[in-house]
């Protein structure tokens, strides 16, 4: 079946602007994932939803990082003000649910350039 | 809190040889263990678990990992490589409670024909 989609899988911006990264999780998981992965930092967590749970938002960054699930699917990654240390592969994952243990599923990522 | 360290950021063996990638955990709660490959340009994909189970534990493309629970490790080996092996690799830990996963730096594989 289809696996975990991103798009767009690369963006170039300048600084300062502001980006929206999506990601379609695989249909009927309910836990849902994003992770980042720069040179310097390896890979960090994010961001987690789990069905209409509040999200676990301890992983974000700064306030510049924001992040939605739409009727417990698809998710939107939203970096406002972009700078140049945001320039990352940004992942999403989702799994079946929220069980110990549970495989995550990765998408191919998100490549972000800010210029 | 929950920790990864993976020795060796690049490891380089022959083809036919022995892979052993070096992974070791700190955590406060028993832990759930995964190793993780990710190809050139791609996404990560499993390669194996534990989850309490069985220490020994089989994954995907002949790789296998032993949990020690004495010395905090989980390293990955598979008895003969393959140049398709080469690749980075993950570590990664997750807790009881909490689902996010925690990553070692990761460690790349290169074969050498």
């Known amino acids: 079946g289809a696996g975990v989609s991103q798009s767009p ?10 980006v929206e990264l999506r990601c379609d999780p695989i249909s009927g998981h309910t836990a849902l994932y994003w992770y980042r992965q720069s040179l310097g930092q390896g890979l960090e967590f994010l961001i987690y939803f789990q069905g209409n749970s509040a999200p676990d938002k301890s992983g974000l960054p700064s306030d510049r990082f924001s992040a939605e699930r ?9 970096i406002q003000r972009t700078q140049q240390e945001d320039s990352a592969v940004y992942l999403c994952a989702s799994s079946p649910s929220r069980g110990a243990g ?10 972000l350039l800010v210029l | ?54 220490t020994l534990v089989k994954g995907i493309n002949g790789f296998e990992a032993e949990f020690k629970k004495s010395e905090t490790s989980f390293h990955l080996t598979k008895p003969s490589a393959h140049m398709s092996d080469a690749a980075e690799y993950f570590c990664a830990v997750s807790g009881q409670g909490a689902q996010k ?11 050498n024909p």
């Open chain 2, 101 to 111: 996963l925690v990553f070692g730096q990761g460690t790349r594989l290169t074969i």
């Open chain 1, 70 to 78: 739409t009727g417990g699917s698809v998710s939107t990654l939203t």
């Open chain 2, 1 to 54: 809190a929950q920790s990864v360290t993976q020795l060796g950021s690049h490891v380089s063996v022959s083809e036919g040889a022995l892979v052993l990638l070096r992974c070791n955990y700190s955590s406060s709660v028993p832990p759930y263990l995964f190793w993780y490959v990710q190809y050139p340009n791609q996404g990560l994909q499993l390669l194996l678990k534990y989850t309490s189970a069985a």
């Open chain 1, 102 to 111: 549970e495989t995550q599923y990765f998408g191919p990522g998100t490549r």
């Open chain 1, 9 to 18: 899988s690369n963006k170039v911006t300048e600084k300062g602007k502001d």
